[in-house]
T-cell receptor, first 115, second 113 residues
Framework: AQTVTQSQPEMSVQEAETVTLSCTYDTSESDYYLFWYKQPPSRQMILVIR??????QNATENRFSVNFQKAAKSFSLKISDSQLGDAAMYFC????????????FGQGTRLTINP | NAGVTQTPKFQVLKTGQSMTLQCAQDMNHEYMSWYRQDPGMGLRLIHYSVGAGITDQGEVPNGYNVSRSTTEDFPLRLLSAAPSQTSVYFC????????????FGSGTRLTVV
């Protein structure tokens, strides 16, 4: 079974600085998707960024980028120029490509932004 | 607004009571699923559906039942509520173009006393 591990329960960063959230996963599949979701205090789950395993290039979305290391099964999220609105729980998630599209989530990392 | 609508947002049940959490989406998505969120455990899959009339179990299905009679609706039934089912429940939907990922509802906070 696939597993996703986020080893940092909490992180904090100064406003305007850069922070990296870690995620590792375990799978025997060669093709799959990886996601980062943001959950602010409103409880809404918001997709931040996605990565297809067969793509070598790291995904980027504005201030958010990933460092995808397929051999190491690592998928970290970098947030540049941190803003107060980035404060939230962040979840890393994995999904197979074939078969039913089920997400396997990590435990989450709570990110605090210090003004 | 297009999206996933969950009702109710909050609910308190007594042990042994049954109830149905409602989920509806208006995006014509084929895939729908239910997750529960517990502190320190992320979100775990309860049940999912790949289309009307087709459902299957996820990681933690015990004590829950689902049905999918229409594309739009995917209700989650708690058969006999237990304190261990105290959690936040999320419904999510996705088109068959999976790379777009799931769209989540706003969640239901359920407390069983």
């Amino acid at each position: 079974a696939q597993t996703v591990t986020q080893s940092q329960p909490e992180m904090s960063v100064q406003e305007a600085e850069t922070v990296t959230l870690s995620c590792t996963y375990d799978t025997s599949e060669s093709d799959y998707y990886l996601f980062w979701y943001k959950q602010p205090p409103s409880r809404q789950m918001i997709l931040v960024i996605r990565q297809e395993a067969y793509k070598q290039q790291n995904a980027t979305e504005n201030r958010f980028s990933v460092n995808f290391q397929k051999a190491a099964k690592s998928f970290s999220l970098k947030i540049s120029d941190s803003q107060l609105g980035d404060a939230a729980m962040y979840f890393c998630a994995y999904s197979r490509i074939q078969g039913a599209q089920k997400l396997v989530f990590g435990q989450g990392t709570r990110l605090t932004i210090n003004p | 607004n297009a999206g996933v609508t969950q009702t109710p947002k909050f609910q308190v049940l007594k042990t042994g009571q049954s109830m149905t959490l409602q989920c509806a989406q208006d995006m014509n998505h084929e895939y729908m699923s239910w997750y529960r969120q517990d502190p320190g455990m992320g979100l775990r899959l309860i049940h999912y559906s790949v289309g009307a009339g087709i459902t299957d179990q996820g990681e933690v299905p015990n004590g829950y039942n689902v049905s999918r009679s229409t594309t739009e609706d995917f209700p989650l039934r708690l058969l006999s509520a237990a304190p261990s089912q105290t959690s936040v429940y999320f419904c999510a939907s996705s088109p068959t173009v999976w790379e777009r990922g799931y769209t989540f509802g706003s969640g239901t906070r359920l407390t069983v006393v």
